[in-house]
């Protein structure tokens, strides 16, 4: 730090390298390079000597310091915004310092993003407002626990220049960032009726690595759909990249059903600034139906006078209502007498309804004694489990 000092019989006052013999100011590369001329007391007289004034206010000898007060500590601005942080100067006792500029006796430049006016510096300086020092800070990367520091120097009430006076400012460059969740597994849950279980996991964390923070999770445990339970722990102090925040869902169904429930969420972005989210989990219960197939007429045995044609309707549906897929049955060969349109009967899915029907006709040739007509057929069950069925269907000639 540049060295303070008075001219004694000279009737000149000196900070750094500013006398009050005349005025002068110097620059460097942090953007606040002058030294403005203070007040300090002169050889006689009351005229202005180099921009002091031989008069100087209420000197009585004290040692008194200045004060730096900034609008905001810490600082706190999103990446890409401009904000203008005033810094007020007053005497620490009221009385009046002269003679106050900011210093580039550290000689390094002001950090990424800021910016100051070329020179500053105040005649005088006691309370109020009458001292401020605008900065400038327009960060443009993502940046915490920051300092910036500036050295001042000033004339205190004793008369007596000092050189040692600093401020220092604590800040950050935040981002306006997101919370987002990543479900594994991911799509919809699928679970077997009393059958166990399946586990949700919900990773979060932000969509720029950076930290957020009060995360917590706002749905009503208590509101989900049955089978469902929440995490124990709905809440997270900071979220980011390097920290993420798991919490898990399991859906143990004890009913057939499905749906699909939504977790709202609550957050800080890196700036401070309150959120809210949500995503989604699609689910169903399944259920270990099993298919079976109604016969239309219901008469038994099925009946049909030599060369007359009966047809006979097979309906396929659950026993509990919830879908089973991929029915499958070969129709060939059949009985004598008995007709079908295609080979192969298939259903893609079964549940209630006429929506999977086979039709078929019993025409026989000939007087035909009782006989059944067993048709088996292969299928998936609620639960995706392989299952086999079959159809007895009793017929014969009058």
């Not at 626990?145 to 500036?150: G, S």
């Not at 979060?204 to 995490?231: E, H, I, K, Q, R």
């Not at 026993?319 to 059949?334: K, R, T």
């Not at 025409?363 to 004694?369: F, G, L, R």
Request: aromatic content about 8%; overall charge negative.
């Amino acid at each position: 730090m540049l060295a303070a000092h008075r001219l004694l019989g000279l009737g000149c006052a000196c900070v750094a390298f500013l006398c009050g013999c005349g005025s002068s100011s110097f620059s460097s590369e942090s953007g606040i390079g002058g030294v403005a001329a203070g007040t300090a007391a002169g050889a006689g007289g009351s005229g202005n000597t180099g921009g002091f004034t031989s008069d100087p206010p209420s000197v009585d000898g004290t040692h008194d310091g200045v004060v730096a007060t900034p609008a905001m500590s810490p600082v706190s601005v999103e990446v890409g915004t401009i904000r203008t942080v005033s810094v007020t100067f007053t005497s620490s006792d009221g009385r009046t310092i002269t003679g106050f500029g900011i210093s580039s006796a550290s000689g390094a430049a002001l950090p990424a993003g800021w910016s100051a006016p070329a020179s500053f510096g105040c005649a005088s300086l006691s309370t109020g407002s009458g001292c401020v020092l605008n900065l400038t800070f327009t960060p443009t990367m993502y940046e915490v626990d920051q300092t910036l520091t500036l050295d001042y120097v000033y004339v205190d009430n004793s008369m007596e220049p000092v050189t040692t006076g600093s401020m220092t400012l604590t800040y950050q460059a935040t981002s306006n960032d997101n919370v987002l969740a990543t479900l594994a597994p991911i799509g919809q849950i699928n679970a077997t009726v009393n059958a166990g279980s399946q586990t949700v996991t919900a990773t979060f964390t932000t969509d720029d690595g950076n930290p957020a923070s009060a995360f917590s999770v706002s749905s009503d445990a208590a509101a989900l759909p049955p089978g469902w339970t929440a995490p124990a722990q709905s809440s997270c102090a900071t979220v980011s990249a390097g920290t993420p925040c798991q919490l898990a869902w399991v859906y143990k169904p004890t009913a057939p059903g499905n749906g699909t429930i939504t977790i709202d969420y609550a957050f800080n972005d890196d700036s401070g600034t309150p959120k809210t989210a949500s995503f989604n989990i699609p689910y169903a219960a399944t259920a270990n139906d099993n298919v079976w197939g109604m016969v239309s007429p219901a008469a038994s045995p099925i009946t049909a006078t030599t060369g007359n044609s009966q047809a006979v309707m097979v309906t396929f549906t659950t026993d509990d209502g919830f879908q089973a897929s991929n029915l499958s049955m070969e129709l060939s060969p059949l009985p004598a007498g008995w007709s079908s349109t295609a080979s192969q009967f298939t259903c893609a899915t079964i549940s209630t309804g006429n929506g999977c029907q086979l039709t078929l006709n019993y025409t026989p040739t000939a007087p035909e004694p009782t006989g059944t007509l067993q048709l088996t057929y292969s299928y998936l069950d609620n639960a995706g489990t392989p299952k086999n069925g079959a159809v007895d269907i009793v017929y014969g000639s009058p």
